[in-house]
């Protein structure tokens, strides 16, 4: 029933149509605290993949299931699940469509029983009336890889299909091949040599909209982070001679991963990035033509407000708590308990929202949430408070970092300042802050990198005026994990800062 009622909607409208709204898409119902991977907009659609979702075929170790998400009232809807058909428990991701929005292009080969059977090729999967047909394998001669990474991308004609491997002539670990479709017969893949091509690795290659330029990702070519975009001109008809590759001039670059770059005829960029999303992908968009980037979900206001109430907590007795709660966007919104510990508030709707709960001989407490469902109302909210002893842990769950920098995300500085006013409040107070990493990597490289990110830390809150003294800190690496299962979940809950309390 999925696909069903998928291409009734799919297929209303074209790509060119959505290729201009997109200059106001928001993006925030796309992403997740999930991987989202490889974004193309197909006609009236949006298919990405995401891995490691608990939904998808092979559940949380599915390396990545195709979904999709609609265009509706302006904006992207969040995505659904894209059926068995094109799913399984191997990687599945899109390479494009045919310029009528018929075929659909899949990477990899699938078995007589629709499972992905290997990374050795493309599919085509054709719309039905019911959804999209059991992919059938196209036959490239001499395709192969050797890796276990595949992406690539077919052009907007559909006769061009660039992609990722490890392969005959590979320079390096992957290299970018090209696939040519001339009287109906794919050619042989060819490398596209040196000046693209480095002993390191190239991801996620595509082409412009008028096949002149190719954008592709490499951690070969000395960039800003472990995977950035780059661009490269085709100087003739034979796909091996190129401009020297330079970093995309917009969007910029950063000591996070870009990857999936993709253009289209309006000026517009999808690409994918780890940047502030803690190590797992998010979607943004990119308009050269307006020379803005669109880094935060734009919000589409509905007018009204959503009704919240909840009750404050002592976490250790369970006792109510008489405290003051703050709801921050690009207002303050303040209101007191009752006698009893509960509260009433009214916030606007579409909103996000820093959230900051103090009380009395309690430690401040900061929550993050988003109001942005548009038919939400009402909210019940209720918050437990720790109270200061001596040796209370306080895990700072909303201070993060650029990954494998001691440079803080800028949704961390609601807590950090969270921490400034309840220092001040209780300044007899003294702390250790424990920094903490997953046990991945170096392990004496971890616990350097966990020292100095306290130290960090440390000197935002003496910045603000809290006196040295009353600050120790530690780093720990991954000495102290609260999981040991090799996940990545676990892997997220080991990555923390904490603090002691040392003296009340």
């Given at each position: 029933?999925?696909?069903?009622?998928?291409?009734?909607?799919?297929?209303?409208?074209?790509?060119?149509?959505?290729?201009?709204?997109?200059?106001?898409?928001?993006?925030?119902?796309?992403?997740?605290?999930?991987?989202?991977?490889?974004?193309?907009?197909?006609?009236?659609?949006?298919?990405?993949?995401?891995?490691?979702?608990p939904q998808n075929v092979g559940g949380k170790k599915d390396p990545g299931d195709i979904w999709i998400s609609l265009w509706v009232d302006g904006r992207w809807n969040t995505p659904v699940h894209g059926g068995y058909t094109l799913n399984d428990a191997n990687y599945n991701a899109v390479a494009g469509f045919s310029p009528d929005g018929n075929q659909l292009f899949?990477?990899?080969?699938?078995?007589?029983?629709?499972?992905?059977?290997?990374?050795?090729?493309?599919?085509?999967?054709?719309?039905?009336?019911?959804?999209?047909?059991?992919?059938?394998?196209?036959?490239?001669p001499y395709f192969m890889n050797r890796s276990q990474h595949f992406s690539g991308s077919m052009n907007p004609a559909g006769n061009v299909l660039l992609f990722s491997a490890e392969s005959?002539?590979?320079?390096?670990?992957?290299?970018i091949y090209v696939s040519v479709k001339q009287a109906g017969k794919w050619g042989e893949p060819i490398n596209l040599g040196a000046t693209i091509n480095t002993r390191f690795q190239e991801y996620t290659p595509s082409l412009s909209y008028d096949g002149k330029t190719i954008y592709f990702s490499s951690n070969g070519l000395n960039g800003e982070g472990g995977f950035d975009v780059y661009q490269a001109d085709k100087?003739?008809?034979?796909?091996?001679?190129?401009s020297a590759p330079k970093p995309i001039d917009s969007p910029p670059n950063t000591e996070a991963r870009e990857l999936f770059y993709r253009t289209s005829a309006k000026g517009m960029a999808l690409f994918t990035t780890t940047q502030n999303s803690d190590g797992y992908g998010d979607i943004r968009a990119w308009v050269d033509t307006l020379q803005k980037k669109i880094n935060e979900p734009m919000v589409v206001l509905r007018k009204g407000k959503v009704h919240i109430?909840?009750?404050?907590?002592?976490?250790?007795?369970?006792?109510?708590v008489a405290a003051e709660i703050v709801f921050q966007s690009d207002s303050l919104y303040r209101t007191q308990t009752s006698s009893d510990g509960n509260y009433v508030i009214d916030v606007p709707?579409?909103?996000k929202f820093n959230i900051e709960v103090s009380a009395k001989g309690f430690v401040n407490l900061t929550e993050q949430a988003s109001l942005e469902n548009f038919k939400l109302t009402s909210l019940s909210m209720d918050f437990k408070i720790q109270p200061i002893e001596i040796g209370t842990v306080v895990n700072l769950k909303n201070i993060l970092f650029y990954i494998g920098t001691t440079s803080l995300l800028e949704d961390s500085y609601p807590e950090l300042n969270s921490i400034v006013s309840f220092l001040k409040a209780n300044p007899k107070i003294e702390i250790e802050l424990e920094g903490h990493t997953d046990n991945r990597g170096d392990p004496k490289k971890n616990l350097i990198l966990s020292q100095q990110r306290v130290d960090a830390i440390k000197n935002y809150l003496v910045s603000r005026g809290v006196r040295s003294k009353r600050i120790k800190g530690k780093g720990f690496g991954g000495t102290r994990p609260v999981s040991t299962d090799d996940t990545e979940e676990a892997h997220k809950l080991n990555r923390r800062v904490e603090f002691v309390i040392l003296k009340d």
């Open positions: 029933m999925v696909n069903k009622i998928l291409v009734l909607s799919i297929f209303f409208g074209c790509t060119e149509v959505l290729s201009q709204q997109l200059v106001s898409a928001p993006f925030h119902l796309v992403n997740s605290k999930y991987d989202e991977q490889n974004p193309v907009v197909g006609p009236g659609a949006l298919f990405l993949t995401v891995a490691n979702h899949l990477l990899g080969h699938y078995g007589k029983k629709g499972n992905l059977a290997s990374t050795q090729g493309i599919s085509v999967s054709k719309r039905i009336d019911d959804g999209w047909s059991s992919p059938e394998n196209i036959s490239i005959y002539g590979t320079i390096g670990a992957e290299d100087l003739d008809s034979t796909w091996k001679l190129w109430t909840g009750k404050i907590t002592n976490s250790k007795s369970g006792a109510t709707a579409n909103y």
